[in-house]
Antibody, heavy 117, light 110 residues
Framework: EVQLVESGGGLVQPGGSLRLSCAGS????????MTWVRQAPGKGLEWVAN????????TYVDSVKGRFTISRDNAKNSLYLQMDSLRAEDTAVYYC??????????WGQGTLVTVSS | QSALTQPPSASGSLGQSVTISCTGT?????????VSWYQQHPGKAPKLIIC???KRPSGVPDRFSGSKSGNTASLTVSGVQAEDEADYYC??????????FGTGTTVTVL
């Protein structure tokens, strides 16, 4: 059974940093592009970033470029999102998702990040 | 990277059809056949219901269908059921390994 489990969310002050993790199991992690998607409270889904199977390609939504870094460790079947210079508008539930043929079949349960003083 | 445009709400009586539009540009919806649709119930993760414009993943009821014309994609729920009351989001490939979601539509079953 494919599982994605996020962790690392929490309360952080504006300007602070946080590192999210996503542990994958039940599939060959190194064979898939992986993605982070976020959802602010009461708002819609926003595609944040994705990373190629071997980590050689990474793309980001404009609003997080230069502040967030996506990475992966295929030996640990894990995806990461390093979030620096956090802003109030980054407050959201962050989901990791597995990309296949341009869509996302498998999602984690999400981890809440709250940026507030 | 502007969000795709969806109507904020849509509704239909039990058993009727409901159609949701998703309007983008030639750089996303109109340029690729990688439009997908997701259903999200409150407090839950999104669930894929349509991929590659019109393909239905295994286990998704056949009352869900997708199509595309130009820069606009559409999701139709034929014979809407009570359990279909949820938020729906489209998503499109936007080139250079970027993706964009729609603004979301809340479907109410009357």
């Amino acid at each position: 059974e494919v599982q994605l489990v996020e962790s690392g969310g929490g309360l952080v002050q504006p300007g602070g940093s946080l590192r999210l993790s996503c542990a994958g199991s039940g599939f060959t992690f190194s064979s898939y592009w992986m993605t982070w998607v976020r959802q602010a409270p009461g708002k819609g889904l926003e595609w944040v970033a994705n990373i190629k199977q071997d980590g050689s390609e990474k793309t980001y939504v404009d609003s997080v470029k230069g502040r967030f870094t996506i990475s992966r460790d295929n030996a640990k079947n894990s995806l990461y999102l390093q979030m620096d210079s956090l802003r109030a508008e980054d407050t959201a539930v962050y989901y990791c998702a597995r990309r296949s043929s341009g869509s996302y079949v498998y999602w984690g349960q999400g981890t809440l990040v709250t940026v507030s003083s | 990277q502007s969000a795709l445009t969806q109507p904020p709400s849509a509704s239909g009586s039990l058993g009727q059809s409901v159609t949701i539009s998703c309007t983008g540009t030639s750089s996303d919806v109109g340029g690729y056949n990688y439009v997908s649709w997701y259903q999200q119930h409150p407090g839950k993760a999104p669930k894929l219901i349509i991929c590659e414009v019109s393909k239905r993943p295994s286990g998704v009821p056949d009352r869900f269908s997708g199509s595309k014309s130009g820069n606009t994609a559409s999701l139709t729920v034929s014979g809407v059921q009570a359990e279909d009351e949820a938020d729906y989001y489209c998503c499109s490939y936007a080139g250079n390994n970027n993706y964009v979601f729609g603004t979301g539509t809340t479907v109410t079953v009357l």
